[in-house]
């Protein structure tokens, strides 16, 4: 049993529980993963929580999520994301085209400073919400049916991840067509078949 006086680790915080809280609920509420509020928690048995109970909740890591860490350099589809949340906001980041170059850049520092946030050009999770992004709630599980979401942790391969889940690579490939087998990220969400 926790009291109620939990000291939590650095990068968590405390949380109470409070009807019909599982860890799966407070995981999507927190960004964090399911495995992550496990590990924080030794010696508290998920299926056996109850209301007042205290456990810790860790901080979202770096990595993958809705709200990365954007500056001068980046390249992708949030960059993308970015660049059409600035444009609708009325600051011109240039082309959008998912290279987050000089324009972008000051598009980034004029938005920042109509917003009174440090105007440092680089895109964090202030800048995130200011723009209008929920950066607590991690994004909606686009996997198809028959597969599950999993996110990936440190020395996980699509190998080690087919024998843990009873499955092939070739099964987790296909359900994952985007996603490199050789550059998964901690944090990275993928879909696992059943």
Do not use: K
């Not at 949380?15 to 960004?31: C, E, L, M, P, V």
């Not at 890591?61 to 609708?88: A, E, F, H, K, Y």
């Amino acid at each position: 049993m926790v009291s109620n006086m939990q000291h939590c680790p650095p990068n968590s915080m405390p949380y109470t529980i409070r009807q019909g809280d599982t860890f799966f609920s407070i995981a999507r509420t927190f960004g964090v993963s399911v495995d992550a509020i496990i590990a924080a928690n030794p010696g508290v048995d998920p299926n056996r929580l109850f209301i007042g109970q205290v456990i810790c909740v860790p901080s979202p890591g770096p990595g993958p999520s809705n709200c990365p860490t954007l500056s001068m350099g980046s390249r992708g589809p949030d960059v993308t994301r970015l660049q059409q949340l600035l444009r609708n906001a009325g600051f011109d980041p240039g082309p959008i085209d998912g290279i987050f170059g000089n324009r972008t850049q000051a598009a980034v520092i004029a938005f920042q400073r109509s917003r009174n946030l440090v105007p440092d050009g680089i895109v964090g999770i202030r800048t995130w919400t200011a723009l209008g992004v929920n950066c607590v709630t991690p994004p909606p599980s686009t996997c198809p049916p028959g597969t599950t979401p999993y996110t990936i942790r440190a020395g996980d391969t699509f190998y080690l991840l087919a024998i843990r889940f009873n499955t092939t690579v070739e099964a987790i490939m296909r359900a994952n067509p985007n996603v490199n087998p050789n550059n998964l990220q901690i944090g990275q969400v993928i879909c696992i078949p059943r």
